[in-house]
């Protein structure tokens, strides 16, 4: 990774940067935005007019949000173009435009129109362009990419659907594409409409899609395929390779059949090899081998190349790893070190080592594990990227990073993540790096992490591995009598330090509880905003670790992918015939958990070096057993 080393002369920082700055009446800008909340112009007018705060514009958007008026067109207009592309724009471009369609504005309404993903405000924008004049071959070819999609429209474009269609437009391969669309994975629902666009001896395939999408075992009933046509057979390829996920069997004896009856290209051939082999290989069917084998080797991407060194690790076929990862080039950090480890078997120890000693330079699971073989010492790594502080200071100088700053400060983390995303993604790698000294300075930890991912300054690794929260995590990791490196690697890997993080599940804050988990630690109820508190929820994360630690006998190992996967998911993973802990690990068969036991481990090493701790943790892994 390059420095950016601006000027040579200049005054230069790496990190933490200490200043002193004017503060900020954050409760002058609580009370302009409620005043304006409610209030009419000359409120909206007399609330801005002395407030002196990074935040105005959210002010002014939140007038102009609720009470967009023709005759503040030329305020609206210059606010629109003064914040374009910022998070102020389109909440209030949106308010604007739904103001000028009501009102008939129809070229006002195209004069502020910009590209959205609202379709609803795009056919309007349509309509409008029509009703004005535009040419309409133009305007329909548009149109067309509006409906030919999987699932339903709004209401709104109905109007403009229909002169469309009336217009010719809608051809026979633009219904056929949308049908496709609808059963392979947009909206099911659509397909009984979209049979009526059909043509009559073709309306049956609506049903067929629809019937095969419901129930993939449909594929198999080869009496369903009456005229042996090509989109017949499109519709057997998409079921017969839902069906191998459901019904293993079922589906390779229907391959056998579908593959005599129709034709199909060598691409959609290839196709079917790669899901029957990704299937096949992650459940460990016993056919997994030949059907990763079948697959072209322009198609074996990482995923597939995975499951293959999987496969044979399971087997424990070292002959078999080493003649299929030998002279391949761009081998992963797990390729390579698997590669050696079939060397070693082999006896083949001089091979092993040199590949382990190119591993071990890296900082990673991998490469730790590298080292733990080979004796050598732990290197972190860590070389902070230099920049200048003049460059720190025109990023801090910034609106965008006022907003974001001004926003955190308020506590308002999703409107700071907004401003900050929009901040970096507008800024040169240069600033970007700026930009994330500030926000370790703020102690917003998310940001920077995920800021110096942007920019691949992984060797930034104080920044990467901040010790956030550190006295709470000592104290109660130290209460919990569990490794204080372990529960911060963890919430690293969970949130990043985010303390308002919430998952798709529902897990909450630093280290990720699930509501239900803490109440079960707690041994009482815990409401889910005590959940976002930081004290909360190291202490209770730590209570879980130390009790996923105790269900699994000490192994921390297990506990680890407990704390992801779930207790009891994990023991029936454990194999009857014990095997080494590095192989299990290998071959958790979930692949979210089998790197997030990796990330975690990876993680712990770096807070155990930071911490100036000696010895590699990863050592003991290399004769530690698993199942048995």
């Keep these: 990774m390059k420095k950016y080393l601006l000027n040579a002369m200049a005054a230069v920082f790496i990190f933490p940067l200490h200043c002193v700055e004017a503060n900020i009446d954050n409760d002058a800008f609580l009370d302009a935005e409620k005043k304006v909340r409610y209030g009419d112009y000359q409120d909206f007018k007399m ?19 609720r009470h ?10 210059d606010y629109l173009t003064i914040y374009q592309h910022t998070p102020l724009e389109w909440p209030v471009r949106k308010a604007w435009l739904s103001y000028l369609e009501k009102h008939n504005k129809k070229a006002a309404y195209i004069r502020n129109y910009r590209k959205t993903s609202d379709t609803e405000l795009t056919c309007t924008y349509l309509d409008y362009q029509l009703d004005l004049g535009a040419p309409e071959k133009a305007i329909f070819n548009q149109v067309t990419d509006l409906w030919t999609v ?41 397909l009984p409409y979209l049979k009526t666009l059909l043509p009559s001896n073709e309306g049956y395939l609506a049903d067929l899609y629809l019937k095969v999408r419901r129930d993939p075992s449909a594929a198999a009933g080869l009496y369903r395929y009456k005229n042996k046509s090509v989109k017949e057979g499109q519709i057997a390829l998409y079921g017969v390779k839902r069906l191998i996920w459901r019904d293993k069997e079922l589906a390779l004896k229907a391959w056998e059949k579908l593959e005599q009856i129709f034709t199909y290209s060598d691409a959609a051939k290839a196709d079917v090899y790669y899901t029957f082999a990704l299937s096949l290989a992650s459940s460990g069917h016993k056919q997994a ?31 078999g790893i080493a003649a299929f990862f030998t002279g391949k080039d761009n081998l992963s950090l797990g390729q390579q070190y698997w590669l050696a480890y079939s060397y070693a078997k082999r006896g083949e120890q001089q091979k092993a080592d040199a590949i382990w000693k190119t591993v071990a330079a890296n900082r990673d699971y991998y490469g730790f594990l590298a080292a733990a073989r080979l004796g050598l010492p732990v290197d972190l790594n860590n070389q902070p990227l230099v920049v200048d502080q003049a460059l720190v200071n025109k990023v801090k100088n910034a609106p965008g990073y006022k907003r974001a700053k001004a926003f955190y400060e308020l506590e308002r983390f999703t409107s700071a993540r907004r401003e900050w995303n929009y901040l970096t993604n507008t800024s040169s790698d240069e600033e ?35 010790f956030a929260f550190q006295d709470v995590f000592e104290r109660y990791s130290k209460r919990s009598k569990i490794d204080v490196a372990w529960s911060i690697a963890i919430a690293r890997r969970e949130s990043s330090f985010a303390p308002d ?6 897990a909450r804050g630093l280290m990720q509880l699930l509501p239900s988990t803490a109440d079960y630690v707690n041994k009482g109820s815990v409401s889910s905003r005590r959940l976002y508190q930081p004290q909360t929820n190291i202490r209770l994360g730590t209570r879980y670790l130390q009790y996923l630690k105790k269900k699994n006998h000490g192994n921390e190992i297990l506990a680890t992918a407990s704390y992801n996967a779930g207790y009891h998911r994990i023991k029936r993973w454990l194999p009857d015939e014990a095997i080494p802990a590095e192989l299990w690990i290998e071959l958790i068969p979930y692949r979210e958990t089998r790197d997030y036991v990796k990330n975690v481990f990876a993680y712990r090493q770096v807070y155990h070096t930071r911490l100036h701790r000696e010895g590699n943790i990863l050592a003991p892994l290399l004769e530690m057993k698993m199942g048995g």
């Design 47 to 65: 609330a801005i007019s002395n407030l002196d705060h990074p935040l105005k514009p959210y002010v002014e958007k939140v007038y102009w949000q």
């Design 68 to 77: 967009p008026d023709i005759k503040h067109q030329a305020e609206i207009e």
């Design 150 to 190: 999987g699932k339903s429209q709004p209401k709104a474009c109905d109007g403009l659907f229909s002169l469309w269609r009336k217009k010719g437009y809608m051809s026979k391969e633009a219904v056929w594409q949308r049908v496709t669309m609808a059963a392979e994975g947009g909206t099911q629902s659509l």
């Design 289 to 319: 081998s030949f059907w990763l084998n079948k697959v072209p080797k322009d198609r074996q991407d990482s995923k597939l190349i995975q499951w293959q060194l999987g496969n044979m690790l399971k087997t424990q076929d070292w002959e």
């Design 432 to 466: 970007k790096l700026a930009a994330s000294i500030l926000s370790t300075e703020l102690g917003w930890h998310d940001s920077t992490i995920f800021t110096l991912a942007k920019i691949k300054a992984w060797d930034n690794v104080e920044q990467r591995f901040p």
């Design 501 to 506: 993080a919430r998952s798709s599940a529902n």
